[in-house]
């Protein structure tokens, strides 16, 4: 008796993951991508800092100070000027990978790039980001940490046979072990990784990520010092449910005000687009505007990690405060616009943290609590990371017990970010160059469903004994579909054939009398299981070009379905139905529903 090839030998034994033992490899690799990280970000904070000092102080030096100490009268327009002169170089005749926020060429990189990020951009990248906050850009580290970060677990995943969503694993491990190295903030970094950065939530990747980043938070206390990185001390507060209302208010509002930043920042980036200037020249220009605001108040120079730590704890005056939501707006949104090197967190950060402090002033308890919640609204407004946002802030302060209300003040910004703003301010740079992206995650139906339950049952079958002669006229004559199983006596699968089968005989005018069995013994025939996962299936039709796959008992053999493509599409649909179709019913219905 003719046996087909068993493409799937045993039913496979379903499991809730897909992880094998090359996770722990992954893991083993994702220690020293963690240290490594690590040292970035301790290379990119000096390196801002020898920046710093040499453009506004005019000495070499690693100490940490701030633009808003140098009083240099005029000469601070020129400063940002030149660093930005220096920026556009570095990416005309270095990498133009360099130019931007960082984080949407990391995502970039993942979907499209197949996570393969070159050692030119690890170097140029935190240098240029260095460069650009040194001389006054009004950016912050987070951004270019996140790529260099992510270089490093590219570089190193490229010393290896591996694939694309391995890479991918370790290019992620490298930017949230980045991210931590700089804030100290490791659970946000791990929140940060699932909700931007890996589309997928899968023990392949997120055991890598959380051993990369804690040895990065092992690391930095060495490198960089313990604790919070922005201790303030607040009032006391009432209890989450009096203040939760207010803080989901006032999330309402930062969303808002991060779609609107996010629509000027691109509408400043189509200004951009249309000067009759090289790229090269645009960040020099972003840099007039940078100094011009540095005139106005030099406060909205550079990171401005000093102006959050003074949001939290109230200490600038109102009419800082508005400098820095008008002034500082503008001069990041050209400055980012012009295309520039620098992350947008940072700035992110005092935006929403000098409205929250703003409104605090009418609302119970300290107007640094409050800027505390402004700062989680506007990052889960703006990036659209909400779960990010509300433990970023608390970890970044220590407050913990504010988690409730920034949870509260995230939820109200994303609901109105999703509703108002098409894209986030990091996908939109990337749909801008052709590239649609989906930020949710689903159930795949063909991983869901087995063929079982999208299959057809009883399908026509030829017996193994028909002679092609007679296979033909069939297929002349009678036939609707484009091909079908062949059984033997019992129901058993001996093969599948096919119209060009048939075609083939026909033309060939030599095998009339030749049994089906015979005829198509030598041939290969995949088929399935009823508890094969439909994915499984689709992958077998894309591998071996057959559109209908015979689905057989695994214990008797015998034909009990076939699933074509079009079961494929009805699967497909299945989940759009479950969201779309709205209607009442009981708990019963559904029962009964479930048993037809």
């Known amino acids: ?36 990280a690590a040292c970035g970000a301790w290379i990119l904070l000096k390196l801002i800092a020898i920046a710093t000092n040499l453009f506004w102080f005019g000495r070499l030096s690693t100490a940490n100070l701030d633009p808003v100490d140098a009083h240099i009268g005029l000469a601070a327009v020129a400063i940002p000027v030149i660093g930005s002169v220096i920026i556009g170089l570095m990416a005309r005749f270095g990498s133009d990978k360099i130019r931007g926020h960082g984080i949407p060429e990391a995502i970039e990189a993942i979907l499209y790039g197949e996570s393969r990020l070159s050692l030119k951009v690890a170097i140029l990248k935190p240098l240029s980001s260095a460069i650009s906050i040194g001389s006054g850009g009004p950016f912050g580290a ?80 060495f490198l960089l010092g313990a604790g919070p ?42 200004v951009f687009h249309r000067l009759p200037v090289h790229w090269m020249w645009w960040p020099a220009i972003g840099g007039v505007v940078v100094g011009i605001g540095g005139l106005i108040d030099a406060h909205v120079l550079g990171a401005g990690y000093s102006n959050i730590q003074a949001l939290l704890d109230g200490s600038l005056s109102i009419r800082v405060v508005l400098a820095l939501l008008v002034v500082k707006a503008i001069v990041w949104l050209v400055a980012l616009g012009s295309g520039t090197s620098g992350g947008v967190l940072a700035p992110l950060l005092i935006l929403g943290g000098a409205m929250g402090a703003l409104i605090g002033h009418f609302l119970p308890g300290s107007a640094g609590f409050w800027a505390l919640i ?74 869901f469903l087995q063929a079982e339950q999208v299959m057809t049952a009883n399908p026509d079958m030829l017996p193994g004994d028909m002679s092609t002669r007679e296979a033909v006229d069939y297929f002349s004559e009678a036939a609707v579909h484009r091909s079908y199983p062949v059984v033997d006596r019992n ?75 079009h079961d494929l599409l009805k699967a497909r649909s299945t989940g759009r139905r479950a969201e779309q179709n709205r209607h009442r019913g009981s708990a019963s219905q559904a029962d009964r529903k479930g048993t037809t």
């Open 229 to 270: 990185l922005f201790p303030f001390t607040a009032s006391s507060m009432a209890v989450w449910w009096q203040t939760g209302g207010l803080a989901l208010g006032l999330g309402v509002i930062l969303g808002c005000k991060a779609a609107l930043l996010s629509s000027l920042l691109y509408r400043v980036e189509d």
């Open 142 to 221: 987070e951004g270019p940490i996140i790529m260099t970060g992510g270089a490093i677990g590219s570089l190193l995943a490229q010393c290896f046979k591996l694939s694309a969503a391995e890479r991918k694993t370790l290019l992620v491990a490298g930017a949230a072990a980045g991210m931590t190295g700089i804030f100290g903030t490791p659970l946000a970094a791990i929140l940060l990784a699932l909700e931007v950065l890996l589309f997928e939530w899968k023990p392949r990747s997120f055991v890598p990520v959380v051993l990369a980043v804690l040895i990065a938070l092992g690391a930095r206390p």
């Open 491 to 565: 129901g058993r699968l001996l093969a599948l054939v096919s119209r060009s089968d048939a075609l083939r005989w026909q033309v060939e005018g030599d095998l009339g009398e030749t049994s089906l069995a015979e005829a198509l013994s030598d041939a290969s025939q995949p088929f399935a299981y009823p508890a094969s996962p439909i994915g499984e299936v689709a992958d077998l039709m894309v591998e071996t070009g057959i559109g209908r796959i015979p689905i057989v008992n695994a214990d008797t053999d015998r034909v009990v379905g076939i699933l074509s493509r």
């Open 1 to 36: 008796m003719a046996t087909p090839s068993t493409s799937m030998a045993k039913p496979r034994q379903l499991r809730d993951h897909s992880a094998d033992w090359r996770m722990i490899m992954l893991a083993l690799a994702a220690l020293p991508i963690g240290a490594g």
């Open 374 to 447: 402004g700062m989680a609204g506007i990052m889960s407004g703006a990036m659209r990371a909400p779960l990010t946002g509300a433990i970023f802030v608390v970890e970044l302060t220590g407050h913990f017990d504010a988690l409730p209300s920034t949870i509260a003040a995230s939820a109200g910004a994303y609901a109105v970010s999703v509703l108002i703003m098409r894209r986030s301010i990091l996908t939109e740079k990337i749909a801008r160059r052709g590239r649609h992206i989906l930020q949710e995650y689903t159930v795949d139906p063909l991983e």
